[in-house]
């Protein structure tokens, strides 16, 4: 009886104890809870930093979460509108009454023309049935898609008014590098990503752009003339390839595809994923092919009534925006390069005339003179000659005059190196350069091909090289901490992957050049290099980069502190002729200040453009530093291409001996 006494007591004893543990815990817990900052808790450890970055740089090329939505639910509108105006005029429109084809010559009312709802309905077959409940099923997908969307946007909306301190009234008056740099001093409070305590500009230029830079390079590799246009389900097919069979998470690559004894075993995965996606695009390419041309007629209709002209301009090729796309290179920037490059590149290829065309257009021109004159005559006789058919006949043929003007290159740092120097009156550069630089009436053709180039592109090209396809990913990913798996060619290291026609004496003497196959084609990685580092200063480089980047710099400095007139002058056509006094002007005093130190902008920088457009700091250092090194860099490949052509070519067959002669 004692004993069982004073197990009791020792059971009462421990569960006390036990109990007043407990309390403890839940006290200091508590205090631990409240000392918390109320926001550090929501943006720490964010999982997928890829979608977070990359929504915040939407949010804020977008113009804030109102524009947004706005621009959200306007897409949602004209799909509705679209599809109920098609099926109206397809079932609710008495064509005959329209256009009078009983013969009887009554003018016909609205209410004879237009059918009602009902009357509509009526006419409706089952393949109207099908392709409706198709697009409202693509509704339903698509105000998912935009809910889920919208939350998120929200979402990032709160960091910017509340981490950041942004609010959305002055989100279009600030760069995009100014909200970078107060992302990476909020990663020191917040601690959005964990593995590494401070963030560069360049991981956040990695997470937003990891699959555009192994796009970049693949385009580069696969040099197809069938990436031009809008392809059906997504930009391409490579870039499902890329975000759906060969990455497991939005950061990390699958583990087979690094392994060279799976490489076989994944083609051949590759190769059926193709093939399906092949499948699904030609299934519903019919329908996608429907929707195109609708899109493109109600799109453009008021444009070609109002100035047709334009149908006739050129623009930027999607193949060529992908082609001159530098490597970490942001949508807003290339967009930027591209505006800066449209005037040479439309005056390099006017400079261009074609015989042929100038006799056909003559000989037209003289047939409708002709015409034209025997009309006028007939008029003069009797002016009901214009009133027959109840039509008017007037006309106007305008000469084609060739106008050769003296640009004949263009901007060098926008475009590619095509090795233009003695060779840019050649067809062939033209020839090249017109496949980045097209008509849009010929982008406007191949949107209305592209369900139908999808299927063939993913068959035809992607197919055959699923094998060189899974060696690239395994030959060119590395691991970055904090980062995860990216495109080497993004890390821009020029010594491994740089072009030695491209750099100077102390980044080739550091070791051996890399070969052909890791090599970054027209000096990719040099120009990614420097636009890179001038669009963040405050970016530190390795110390190869850091020193490519110091030689180019010093290379370019002496002129423009001299502000030489002579370094500027055989670039006269890369700027508008008002533009150049600004230039030579201001280069002296820039780098003298130093790009820290700039006050006011520039007069050559048209100060209405929108902040949120400018790329990097926005002092005016950067668009003179870019261009100027861009220059200086093209200018280096020439001469040493020019050099190495001017030497003797090495025997690479022995000779034989005597002995064999005899």
């Given at each position: 009886m004692y004993a069982v006494v004073m197990n009791l007591g020792k059971r009462a004893t421990m569960q006390n104890y036990a109990s007043l543990q407990e309390t403890q815990d839940q006290e200091e817990q508590g205090i631990l809870f409240?000392?918390?900052?109320?926001?550090?808790?929501?943006?720490?450890?964010?999982?997928?930093?890829?979608?977070?970055?990359?929504?915040?740089?939407?949010?804020?090329?977008?113009?804030?979460?109102?524009?947004?939505?706005?621009?959200?639910?306007?897409?949602?509108?004209?799909?509705?509108?679209?599809?109920?105006?098609?099926?109206?005029?397809v079932h609710g429109i008495n064509y005959a009454a329209l256009f009078n084809t009983g013969g009887e010559h009554i003018k016909p009312t609205l209410h004879d023309v237009v059918l009602p709802v009902s009357k509509c309905v009526e006419n409706f077959t089952?393949?109207?049935?099908?392709?409706?409940?198709?697009?409202?099923?693509?509704l339903c997908l698509k105000c998912l898609i935009r809910c889920y969307q919208i939350i998120s946007f929200w979402d990032i909306k709160q960091f910017y008014n509340t981490a950041l301190k942004i609010s959305d009234a002055e989100l279009d008056n600030l760069t995009w590098h100014e909200v970078q740099s107060?992302?990476?001093?909020?990663?020191?409070?917040?601690q959005m990503c964990i593995h590494k305590r401070d963030l560069t500009e360049l991981d956040i230029y990695h997470r937003i752009l990891r699959q555009e830079n192994y796009m970049n390079k693949f385009t580069v590799i696969g040099r197809v003339r069938l990436l031009d246009g809008r392809l059906a389900i997504q930009h391409?097919?490579?870039?499902?390839?890329?975000?759906?069979?060969?990455?497991?998470?939005?950061?990390?690559?699958?583990?087979?595809?690094?392994?060279?004894?799976?490489?076989?075993?994944?083609?051949?995965?590759?190769?059926?994923?193709?093939?399906?996606?092949?499948?699904?695009?030609?299934?519903?390419?019919?329908?996608?092919?429907?929707?195109?041309?609708?899109?493109?007629?109600?799109?453009?209709?008021?444009?070609i009534k109002r100035e047709p002209g334009k149908i006739g301009v050129r623009n930027w090729s999607l193949y060529g925006k992908l082609y001159i796309r530098h490597f970490n290179e942001l949508d807003h920037e290339l967009h930027a390069r591209l505006s800066r490059a449209y005037r040479p590149a439309t005056k390099y290829l006017a400079s261009f005339t074609s015989p042929i065309m100038t006799v056909i257009a003559q000989h037209?021109?003289?047939?409708?003179?002709?015409?034209?004159?025997?009309?006028?005559?007939?008029?003069?006789?009797?002016?009901?000659?214009?009133?027959?058919?109840?039509?008017?006949?007037?006309?106007?043929?305008?000469?084609?005059?060739?106008?050769?003007?003296?640009?004949?290159?263009?901007?060098?740092?926008?475009?590619?190196?095509?090795?233009?120097?003695?060779?840019?009156?050649?067809?062939?550069i033209k020839e090249e350069f017109q496949q980045l630089f097209q008509?849009?009436?010929?982008?406007?053709?191949?949107?209305?091909?592209?369900?139908?180039?999808?299927?063939?592109?993913l068959i035809r090209w992607a197919y055959p090289r699923s094998l060189e396809?899974?060696?690239?990913?395994?030959?060119?990913?590395?691991?970055?901490?904090?980062?995860?798996?990216?495109?080497?060619?993004?890390?821009?290291?020029?010594?491994?992957?740089?072009?030695?026609?491209?750099?100077?004496?102390?980044?080739?003497?550091?070791?051996?050049?890399?070969?052909?196959?890791?090599?970054?084609?027209?000096?990719?990685?040099?120009?990614?290099?420097?636009?890179?580092?001038t669009t963040n200063p405050n970016w530190v480089p390795p110390i190869s980069a850091q020193q490519f980047v110091e030689e180019v710099q010093d290379q370019i400095k002496p002129h423009l502190q001299d502000s030489n007139v002579m370094f500027f002058a055989s670039y006269q056509n890369f700027f508008d002729l008002s533009s150049m006094a600004d230039i030579t002007q201001y280069t002296g005093s820039m780098m003298n200040m130093g790009p820290g130190l700039v006050q006011g902008v520039p007069s050559f920088i048209d100060v209405k453009t929108s902040a949120s457009r400018m790329e990097g700091p926005s002092d005016g250092y950067g668009l003179l530093s870019m261009t100027s090194s861009a220059l200086a860099l093209h200018d280096r490949y020439y001469m040493q291409s020019q050099m190495k052509r001017s030497l003797p070519a090495e025997e690479t067959t022995p000779l034989l001996s005597p002995q064999s002669n005899l």
């Open positions: 409240h000392v918390a900052e109320p926001t550090r808790s929501r943006w720490n450890h964010i999982e997928d930093l890829d979608s977070f970055f990359s929504r915040m740089y939407k949010y804020h090329a977008k113009h804030g979460f109102f524009c947004m939505l706005l621009q959200e639910l306007f897409e949602l509108n004209q799909f509705i509108f679209v599809v109920v105006l098609t099926t109206y005029l089952t393949i109207t049935w099908l392709i409706l409940i198709i697009a409202v099923a693509t107060k992302i990476i001093k909020v990663q020191v409070e917040q391409s097919g490579f870039a499902i390839l890329v975000a759906v069979v060969s990455f497991e998470s939005p950061w990390h690559l699958r583990e087979d595809y690094k392994k060279a004894g799976d490489r076989k075993e994944l083609a051949r995965q590759l190769s059926r994923q193709i093939l399906w996606l092949a499948f699904i695009n030609l299934i519903f390419a019919p329908l996608i092919l429907v929707w195109q041309v609708l899109y493109i007629f109600f799109n453009y209709a008021e444009l037209l021109a003289f047939i409708c003179g002709a015409l034209f004159s025997v009309l006028i005559a007939l008029t003069i006789y009797d002016e009901d000659v214009i009133a027959v058919e109840s039509r008017h006949y007037s006309g106007r043929v305008d000469d084609m005059v060739p106008r050769v003007p003296s640009a004949r290159r263009c901007d060098a740092y926008a475009l590619p190196a095509f090795e233009l120097e003695g060779r840019a009156h050649t067809s062939k008509y849009r009436i010929v982008g406007l053709i191949e949107d209305l091909l592209s369900p139908i180039l999808t299927p063939y592109f396809i899974v060696d690239f990913f395994r030959n060119f990913t590395v691991s970055v901490v904090g980062v995860g798996d990216v495109c080497s060619f993004a890390q821009m290291d020029v010594k491994k992957h740089g072009n030695p026609d491209w750099q100077g004496a102390s980044v080739q003497s550091e070791g051996a050049a890399p070969d052909q196959y890791t090599q970054a084609e027209d000096g990719k990685v040099e120009l990614s290099l420097v636009h890179f580092t």
